[in-house]
Structure formats: C-alpha cells, structure tokens
C-alpha cells in the first residue's frame, strides 16, 4: 500500500527533529559540555519550527535572518539584567509586535514571540553569554542543514504564503486588530509582574506561556487554553517519573528521541499533543543539562504554576475581550 504524501511528511521531518534534538545531545557529551544539549537542540528545533517549506536558499536565508534576530533580542535582554524595570520595556515592545502578524503569517509570528522568549530569558539570567549564543547559532545551522536535507525525501514544497510574502502583507497593514494588540503584551505584563511579585522561580515562563498561548480567535484561543493546561499537565506527569529515576543522559535522550518523532503530527493542529511534547522534552532537556548539579527536579512543580497563572491570565483577556466586541456591536446596533 503506497504511503500518503502527507504520511511521508511527517516520518521524514520526525526524524528531522528526532536528529535535531539527538545530535546536539550526543556532542555535548562527547565535549562533556552540558550546555550544548539544551541550546544546541533548542536553536535546531527553531530552525526546524520556522523554515519555510520552499527551496534551499529561501529556507537557510529565512532561517538564518530569524535566528539573528533572536540574538539581538537575547542580547537585549542581557543589557536589562539587574533592573526588573527596565526590562519590561523590551517585553512590552516584543510582545506587542508578536500579537500583530496574523494567523496566516506563521513565520513572523513564531520569530517574534521567540525574539520576545530570548529577552526574557535571559534577563533572567537563563542564558547570557557569548558562547550561549554561538551554541544556539550552531543548533540553527544543524536545524538548517537537516531541513534542506530533508527536501529530496518529501519534505519540500509547501502551501501558504512565502516568509517574504507575509512581510509585505505585513508592512502592507495586513494586521490583528489592534485591541488585540494592546491584550497581548498587556496581559504578558501583568502575568510576569504576578509571578515575579508571588517569587516564582522563573517568572520568564509565565510570560512565554502568554504568549505562545494567546490567539486572535477567540475559540481557538479557549482551545488552546484547555489543550495548553492539560498537555503541560500530561507532559510533566510523564517526565516526573523519568528525571526521578533517570540520572544517566543516553535513556534521557532516548525519551526525548521517541516523542520528538511525533511533533510534526502535533503541530499539524493538535496543540494538547504538541503542548505536552515540547513541555516533557525541555524539562527532560534542562535536567539533562544539569545533571552535574543534581539535575533540576523542581523545576516541574514550578512548571505546572507557571501554566496555571499565565491560563488563567489569558482566559481573563479573552472574556474581556469578548465584553468589549459584544458591547461594540451592541452600540453599532443601536446607532443604526
């Protein structure tokens, strides 16, 4: 029985990212650089989650062009370290760019929401040194090179507009409404100023939380809530047992090799899957690059909070929402 081009796709880029999360791992411990393996595999998998599915040269440039645009914004977040103020400047000014590229412009959304996670990580000093960001940059060279690679087995042409297409619909006005673009990096804010006010261990996750999970479609947006929650839930559930029992780094990197098989079927709109592959593979992913230090179990107590908060917050920005469409179109009612 012949395999479907849409079955093909998906084997050929699950073991894309199964060698995009695998390879950075395997050199990490041959350098014995823990450090490796999480950023290494974290600038593959971004490479990976923004390419475009068109010829070579578009694919690295696009790729390429994203991956320095999350350094400098990394870079951003370097200069604000120390003064928690001053850095919710850049995180109001990135979260509000990333909640203006629509739907259908995937690949400016995904690169500003991480040029908006690379500020807040490493203003909170989760990454913040020149070799950090040489170890993503080779991570999005690997993640390129395997995408073009990938072309000649069935991962090539795709459907949609080109990266270049969307920016010129973008700089054309082709926007989310702007109400919209005043919840996002508003409910960003308040959520990271909740979390760092309730000394959270990392108040960034919140904020990223936000906004990953925040939608202009308002039931698509309550979707994601409830797929979001429960698929951190399930992810963290599933890698408990594992950083509890597992203190050795090839049975780690073979868990995470087994799911990240899968992510090309969870992002093809399964985000409850695709929430709880990405929430097991970085726990296991930042345990991994801590074992010396005894790993970082607490992190997943820690991770099921953050969801809590940042749902909660954008389940109140999305009624709130709701309340100020159904009050415009009851004024627009009545003046008519």
């Known amino acids: 029985m012949p395999i479907s081009p849409q079955t093909r796709d998906f084997m050929v880029r699950g073991v894309l990212y199964l060698l995009a999360m695998c390879i950075p ?63 919710l400047i850049p995180l109001v000014i990135f979260s509000w760019i990333a909640a203006l590229p629509r739907p259908d412009q995937a690949y400016l959304s995904l690169v500003v929401k991480n040029m908006a996670a690379a500020a ?60 919209y673009g005043v919840a996002v990096p508003l409910t960003v804010l308040l959520c990271t100023l909740a979390a760092r006010n309730l ?26 809530i409830r797929d979001r929650a429960l698929g951190t839930v399930l992810g963290v559930a599933a890698a408990a047992p594992v950083v509890f029992n597992i203190q050795a780094p090839l049975p780690l990197a073979g868990c995470i090799a087994l799911v990240a098989l899968f992510i090309p079927y969870a992002q093809a709109g399964h985000y409850m899957q695709f929430s709880f592959i990405i929430t097991f593979s970085v726990l296991l992913l930042v345990d991994m690059a801590m074992l010396t230090t005894g790993g970082d179990i607490s992190l997943l107590g820690w991770r099921l909070i953050d969801t ?26 009545k003046q008519s």
């Open 25 to 87: 791992i395997g050199v990490s411990q041959a350098w014995n650089k823990p450090d490796i393996a999480l950023l290494g595999a974290l600038g593959a998998l971004f490479a990976l989650f923004i390419a475009p599915r068109y010829t070579p040269l578009p694919r690295v440039l696009c790729i390429g062009a994203g991956g320095l645009l999350v350094c400098l914004a990394a870079a951003v977040g370097v200069f604000t370290q120390g003064n928690n103020n001053l850095a």
């Open 308 to 333: 809590i908060l940042a749902c909660g917050g954008v389940l109140v920005a999305n009624l709130t929402l709701r309340l100020l469409a159904r009050a415009k179109q009851q004024t627009a009612n």
């Open 120 to 179: 807040l990580l490493t203003h909170f000093g989760l990454t913040n040194s020149l070799s950090s960001a040489g170890v993503f940059m080779s991570g999005l060279a690997l993640g390129a090179t395997l995408s073009v690679l990938g072309i000649p087995f069935g991962s090539g042409q795709g459907h949609g507009a080109s990266p270049f297409e969307e920016f010129r619909d973008f700089m054309s006005g082709a926007v989310n409404d702007h109400l």
């Open 199 to 224: 000394n959270f261990s990392h108040p960034a996750w919140v904020g990223l939380t936000v906004l990953f999970v925040m939608h202009s479609d308002g039931a698509t947006e309550l979707r994601r």
